[in-house]
């Protein structure tokens, strides 16, 4: 076997594995997601926190997207600080679940999984069912890289210059986990990294004291991953992957000192545990029990970067990660601003939406929403060249932060002047006049929320039930119109006193409901839902 081949033999399998684990969580984020969120969302217990994280971590393959999505949460004021870190703490003994659960002897599941798998996401017509055949195929990808990455690394034995390196990696422990640290960093995953890692020890030579500190390795990696993703966001949001770094990196870098000092003792006692692969296993495992151990200090670890928060004044100022080739983490960056956006313009309404709404506030959000579009464009600027299929979903993510950022200057013109106008002068609404008007807002505030859930589910049954929905609401502004009309040829005195200010709010509730919509007819044109009608063109430009 020549070093050349090793290493494409070797590489090929870890890109498999990378590309299936990728793939499985795109199907369980699209199937799920909107489960996910709300339970991200919902404050518990501290002991239901970790039982939730737990469950992510081990559903999303990692606990890096979790502690980003958490991360965003804290950002946009809609999770606790110290709930997100326990959270964070739980995803990652999930991740730890999940190693456990595909490094299990389940090998001959793999072409099953592929053959079923493969079949429901080439030829399943329901959008939920094609989802869960890319959730099975990527199990079965996942296995078989597994197995690819196993077949590469057997005939180490007989390689030469194999004793040499296992033997500095099982001397210096140290050594061991910088080369995990590095893996994890370059894989983007330290759970590709540990499944790597764990399939190079059931064929190498690699010691007890050697695999422990790769596993270590494997979780700084994973810890300070987040950390420089997320390290131009505002301070808020970086508090979370900062918490978590120190709780996980602080104890590993204790037990990796004492592998080093005392690592002939220690290696001779845990070689009698059982095989290296195993004992990395188990103590990936162990060390992330301990983890979860260290919940209750979670309030703690977040004081230091609390103390820079206060000391800190500055916007919600957003870029795109340096992993810009990444088209995952990439698009989940913008999604996320976008995700941001939503909330702004969510928290404006409801402010505008008020009796006696406060200004400041909403022009205070809005220079939010203003800001946030810029640091979309300069981002969009910095982008490197992207695919055809990359490049037509930033383009809809961009065309639809346009839309946000003109729905937050209709609401902080027009309508918060309008609302303003009925609680401050005589201005008076008939009755129907408000009760058509208070149903509106409702359905505005269930655009907002469906459009969150098009955004990150990115089904065709979500985009098309928001589509509908912008349908429905106009048809309640042409209703409402006609009532109006009614009532003034019916001598309606409210009605003719307040029917320049009724007819402009139900004009702007359905312009700010209608730009919400662009998200889903950019999803139902990606799965050829609207090429046959002439329905996207008479649509989208309705909603201009």
């Not at 498999?16 to 199937?31: H, K, T, Y």
């Not at 330290?190 to 270590?216: K, Q, W």
């Not at 060390?287 to 670890?301: E, I, M, Q, R, S």
Request: aromatic share 4%; with cysteine; glycine share 8%.
């Amino acid at each position: 076997m020549t070093i050349l081949g090793f290493i494409v033999h070797l590489l090929g399998g870890a890109m498999l594995l990378l590309f299936a684990v990728r793939f499985m969580r795109v199907g369980i984020e699209r199937l799920w997601s909107e489960a996910i969120r709300s339970a991200m969302r919902q404050s518990s217990s501290r002991l239901s926190v970790l039982a939730k994280g737990t469950l992510l971590g081990t559903v999303m393959q990692g606990s890096t997207v979790v502690i980003l999505m958490a991360a965003g949460l804290v950002g946009a004021g809609i999770t606790p600080t110290v709930s997100a870190v326990i959270l964070s703490l739980g995803a990652d003994f999930g991740s730890a679940l999940a190693a456990l659960v595909l490094t299990l002897p389940i090998s001959e599941v793999s072409p099953l999984a592929l053959l079923v798998g493969g079949w429901l996401y080439l030829n399943a017509a329901a959008t939920r069912r094609r989802n869960l055949g890319r959730v099975i195929l990527g199990l079965g990808l996942i296995l078989l890289a597994l197995a690819l990455i196993r077949e590469a690394v057997e005939p180490l034995k007989s390689y030469p210059g194999t004793f040499a390196i296992v033997s500095h990696l099982n001397s210096d422990p140290v050594s061991a986990a910088m080369v995990a640290l590095g893996l994890s960093l370059l894989m983007h995953s330290g759970l590709a990294a540990v499944l790597t890692g764990v399939a190079f020890a059931s064929h190498g030579d690699l010691n007890a004291a050697g695999g422990l500190a790769f596993v270590l390795g494997c979780n700084i990696g994973s810890a300070l991953l987040p950390v420089w993703l997320l390290r131009r966001e505002k301070p808020e949001t970086q508090m979370v992957p900062k918490a978590v770094a120190l709780l996980r990196i602080a104890p590993a870098l204790a037990i990796l000192a004492s592998l080093s000092l005392a690592q002939p003792w220690i290696d001779a006692v845990l070689a009698q545990f059982g095989r290296p692969d195993h004992l990395m296993l188990a103590g990936h495992a162990s060390y992330n029990v301990f983890l979860l151990l260290l919940a209750p200090l979670a309030g703690l670890a977040c004081r230091p970067f609390a103390t820079q928060t206060t000391r800190l004044i500055a916007p919600n100022r957003f870029a795109l990660p340096d992993f810009q080739a990444d088209g995952d983490i990439m698009l989940s960056a913008l999604r996320g601003q976008a995700t941001r956006m939503l909330d702004t313009l969510g928290a404006m309404f409801d402010e505008a939406s008020h009796d006696l709404p406060d200004r400041d506030r909403v022009h205070e959000l809005e220079k939010q929403m203003n800001a946030s579009l810029s640091d979309f464009r300069a981002a969009l600027v910095a982008l490197p060249q992207q695919t055809e299929s990359t490049g037509d979903d930033v383009e809809d993510i961009m065309d639809f932060a346009i839309r946000l950022e003109s729905c937050g200057d209709i609401i902080s013109d027009k309508y918060i002047d309008l609302r303003a106008r009925l609680g401050a002068d005589s201005t008076r609404l008939s009755k129907d006049g408000q009760a058509e008007i208070d149903r509106l807002v409702v359905e505005v505030r269930r655009g907002i929320l469906l459009a969150q859930s098009v955004l990150w589910q990115g089904d065709e049954q979500s985009a098309r039930r928001l589509v509908e929905h912008k349908q429905y609401v106009a048809g309640l502004e042409e209703e409402s119109r006609r009532n109006h009309l009614a009532r003034l040829r019916s001598g309606n005195q409210a009605s003719l006193g307040s029917s320049n200010v009724h007819l402009e709010l139900i004009t702007a509730l359905k312009a700010v409901n209608g730009k919400l919509a662009t998200v889903g007819y950019a999803v139902l044109d990606g799965y050829g839902a609207l090429k046959k009608t002439r329905l996207k063109k008479r649509e989208t430009a309705a909603s201009e």
